[in-house]
């Protein structure tokens, strides 16, 4: 069977981390230790926050709510990252990466589409990829690990528009999912018509969406605040995204993972249309209970997202290490002034958090 798209489909609001951001500016700033930056070593609580400021670089401890100032551009908790922007902070940062290890000792990032704010999102959160030629999604085929409790599922988005009354209708989804347990997969359900829509892009933020329990296949609908206190449900679809009903997104404790994150950052849109329900079939098929069962795995529920999170850490070390990349990050104060990161070493680290992070910055524009 060919996939088909719907080039007249609704058009899409873009994010605000989309904006085209324009040439690195010029400072004047010169690194405190030289060409090659300044180290800055960062202990990680094992509960809590600390925050970094770049601009010397130094440790920070924000006055009042840390989410309305903008003494603070990055902050750690854990193994995340968050930058003091969109779900985050009320600053003017964003970051991007990972870019080329080489590109710090360059000193000038290359030419980047946007810079990400920190947004609230899931496993699902990169289902799609955009079309702006035509407005259009196009879902990427990742297969889904989703569990709660001792049971879990595989899940694979077939679909975002839908055709009603002659005419073409985005956020109307299509999905398949199959139990999988150590004895093996369960039989595959598909549904054509989950109702995603909120009432379209113009109806109210309150307006009901509909989500889906995995293990009963029982269908209700859940305005975005009783999505959050109501446990009948696993996955919530809300316009062009799929909610996670754990941490953030819910009460339930459900956790999921992108079985093909690694591929997202490489997947050209020309890739992704190729795909077809049929196609991406084996790649379904081929994930049973080893696949779920990779140590290496990070199960999550809805939480915060920035351009570091899944992608600074080097989840094929044998110890926890940081990425061997350069990150660009933006200021929190300002909006304008640009730095280049890189993250040398954990010291101590353990499965809970990486310790100590020693990290190099300075601004961009300087050669090393």
């Known amino acids: 069977m060919k996939r088909s798209f719907l080039a007249a489909a609704i058009p899409l609001l873009l994010c605000a ?16 230790d030289g060409e090659d930056g300044a180290t800055l070593e960062v202990p990680v609580p094992a509960q809590g926050r600390v925050y970094v400021a770049l601009e010397k670089p130094e440790i920070v401890v924000p006055e009042g709510d840390a989410s309305a100032s903008t003494a603070w ?8 990252v968050f930058t003091n922007s969109g779900a985050s902070g009320s600053g003017e940062g964003g970051a991007f990466g990972p870019l080329d290890a080489a590109t710090y000792a360059d000193g000038i990032a290359p030419a980047i589409p946007f810079m990400t ?46 055709e009603q009354q002659g005419a073409p209708v985005a956020a109307i989804y299509r999905v398949r999912w199959a139990e ?26 309150d307006a009901p969406s509909e989500c889906l329990d995995l293990g009963t296949g029982a269908r209700t609908k859940h305005t975005p605040a009783e999505a959050l206190t109501t446990k009948d449900w696993h996955l919530c ?16 404790g459900v956790t999921a993972v992108d079985l093909h994150a690694a591929e997202t950052k490489s997947e050209t849109l020309d890739i992704v249309k190729t795909r077809t329900d049929d196609s991406e079939l084996p790649r379904f098929d081929a994930v049973g209970h080893a696949e779920l ?55 101590g680290p353990t499965a809970d958090g990486p310790g100590k992070v020693v990290l190099r910055v300075k601004p961009e524009g300087v050669v090393q």
């Open 237 to 252: 679809f809300r316009r062009a995204s799929v909610s996670v009903n754990g941490e953030l997104g819910g009460p339930r």
């Open 117 to 162: 704010k920190d947004e609230s999102g899931g496993a699902f959160r990169d289902f799609w990829a955009y079309d702006p030629s035509v407005h259009v999604l196009w879902v990427r085929y990742h297969v889904y690990g989703v569990r709660d409790g001792d049971k879990q599922w595989k899940v694979q988005v077939l679909g975002y528009y839908a």
């Open 293 to 347: 069962s990779d140590p290496k795995l990070v199960w999550r529920g809805d939480r915060i997202f920035s351009a570091f999170s899944e992608y600074w850490i080097d989840r094929a070390a044998e110890t926890p290490a940081p990425t061997d990349a350069t990150w660009l990050v933006q200021s929190a104060a300002d909006g304008v002034s640009r730095y280049l990161l890189v993250f040398d070493r954990f010291d």
């Open 180 to 205: 999988v347990t150590s004895a093996g997969v369960g039989p595959t359900q598909t549904l054509s018509d989950l109702d995603g829509t909120a009432g379209g892009s113009q109806a109210p933020e």
């Open 17 to 32: 981390c989309s904006e085209e951001v324009g040439k690195p500016s010029t400072t004047g700033q010169q690194p405190p």
């Open 73 to 80: 551009d990055l902050a750690f908790e854990k193994y995340d």
